[in-house]
């Protein structure tokens, strides 16, 4: 069976676990992960018969704490891929006994000026009629346009959905500038149909091993994998908030008297008027004192992380939920895991990606613009850097296990001229034009990384 076994051994929960006096890198075995092989310890894990472990008996995916991140992806891909050929079997098993044609893949046809409508309507029936249809591989076909999904519309159609539903239009969350990051909108005029696709997207994003531009908080996360949040969460993504009310507990004054506050707190509605909340039955009759300040701020972030969301938040779980199983995400990953398998790293090892980068159109690793491009690229700050990745694969994050985990390409796109270039996003294709210097590709570039919208450039 699947789990952490010294968790149930010890009867301990990683989850309740804050700061732990070891961290779990410390466990993970470097050379282990250097030399086993996923794909044997998955067999052995599933007990399928394998020529070299008949048995099936051990498997180091049963103790995930050894393992890195990017390994335990692997064994991820192996299990998503193991449930999508299991559903693929089923559709035809179906077909021969009943003559009903059951697609053994998940398609979605959708129109681009209605995307989000297509996309909600389609994945809302096959949730109500028949979950397991969102465990098959997911195709995208968008009306009117040719060529076979080989994962770049995929990649296109995940963006264009997770750009619309956290635009202003939609409300659906609120930003936290100080964050950056986003919450959901406690008043948002959306009902749980919308929230429910969001998590349904993110579900399939995790199946379908494609990253999102999506900032959420930690807090999402943790919920998300059933961990407690508090105020430690709530400091994190919130961090104004958070410093008043670490003010209230340090106040070393009379706290009834001089910050003047009950156990009951206030938010606006959409429309601007005042909502008040008790955060304890009769609370804005309750002084907050010196004595019972600690438990004001626990229920105060609560209130904030829990409460008030829930309704959004149970929809958003339940949408998740329907394509990925508790099992064996819950128990492979930590909640910073997950949103490394969400969203991808911040890791800009761009030496990485020149060393597994690909050529098209002419160019070769020694043609005179492609070495002037990595000089360039190389002498990048940051944020330059962010900006050429999200220019180049319509996200600045880096999935798990690093840039040489893209397949980037750099194709000529012509002799020199004044033209900028250009990407395909979902291709993870850089057209170049062949620059007559270093200095004006350089111009050329920053120009075009600056300028860019991000998302399908072509």
């Known amino acids: 069976g699947g789990g952490d076994q010294l968790e149930r051994l010890f009867g301990v929960h990683l989850s309740d676990v804050r700061r732990p006096l070891v961290g779990a890198e410390e466990f993970v075995n470097e050379v282990l992960n250097d030399h086993v092989s996923v794909r044997e310890d998955f ?4 007990q399928l018969p394998h020529p070299a472990n008949a048995s099936g008996s051990f498997s180091f995916l049963n103790y995930p704490f050894v393992l890195k991140p990017e390994v335990k992806v692997q064994g991820l891909s192996w299990e998503n891929r193991f449930k999508m050929q299991n559903e693929g079997r089923m559709s035809v098993f179906q077909m021969l006994s009943t003559g009903f044609r059951d697609s053994p893949y998940l398609k979605l046809k959708i129109n681009r000026d209605t995307i989000i409508q297509d996309a909600l309507i389609q994945l809302e029936m096959m949730a109500q009629d028949n979950p397991q249809e969102l465990k098959k591989q997911l195709f995208v076909e968008f009306e ?4 076979f999904d080989e994962g770049g519309v995929q990649k296109e159609f995940f963006q264009l959905v997770i750009e619309e539903l956290f635009s202003p239009k939609y409300a659906m969350f609120s930003f936290v500038e100080e964050s950056r990051e986003c919450w959901f909108n406690p008043t948002s005029f959306e009902n749980d149909s919308e929230y429910m696709l969001i998590g349904i997207m993110l579900g399939l994003a995790v199946y379908n091993h494609v990253i999102l531009d999506v900032r959420f908080p930690m807090a999402v996360y943790r919920k998300l994998m059933g961990y407690p949040v508090g105020f430690e969460d709530l400091k994190h993504f919130h961090p104004v908030l958070g410093e008043s009310l670490s003010k209230l507990l340090r106040h070393e004054g009379n706290v009834e008297e001089e910050l003047v506050c009950s156990f009951s707190m206030s938010y606006e509605d959409v429309f601007g008027s005042a ?7 009769n609370g804005s009759e ?11 701020v626990r229920l105060y972030a609560d209130f904030v992380l829990n409460k008030m969301i829930h309704k959004q938040f149970d929809a958003f779980k339940r949408g998740f939920g329907m394509v990925v199983d508790e099992y064996p995400l819950k128990y492979w990953f930590h909640p910073s895991e997950l949103e490394l398998l969400i969203c991808g790293s911040e890791d800009l090892d761009f030496d990485a990606l020149e060393r597994s980068a690909l050529y098209d159109g002419g160019f070769t690793s020694n043609s005179q613009v492609i070495r002037w491009f990595w000089e360039v690229v190389h002498e990048f700050d940051e944020n330059q850097k962010k900006q050429l990745l999200s220019f180049a694969t319509g996200s600045d994050r880096v999935p798990l296990g690093g840039l040489s985990k893209i397949k980037f390409i750099i194709a000529k796109n012509g002799p020199d001229s004044e033209r900028l270039p250009t990407a395909h996003t979902c291709f993870n294709v850089v057209l170049l034009c062949e620059y007559a210097s270093k200095e004006k590709l350089k111009e050329r570039l920053l120009k075009a990384i600056t300028h860019a919208k991000g998302f399908g450039m072509i």
Not at 144 to 147: A, I, L, R, W
């Open 43 to 46: 067999m052995r894990l599933k």
């Open 144 to 147: 009117g346009e040719q060529g």
């Open 275 to 281: 909502l008040t909340f008790d955060l304890k039955e």
């Open 286 to 296: 309750i002084p907050v004192t010196n004595d019972n300040r600690k438990e004001y």
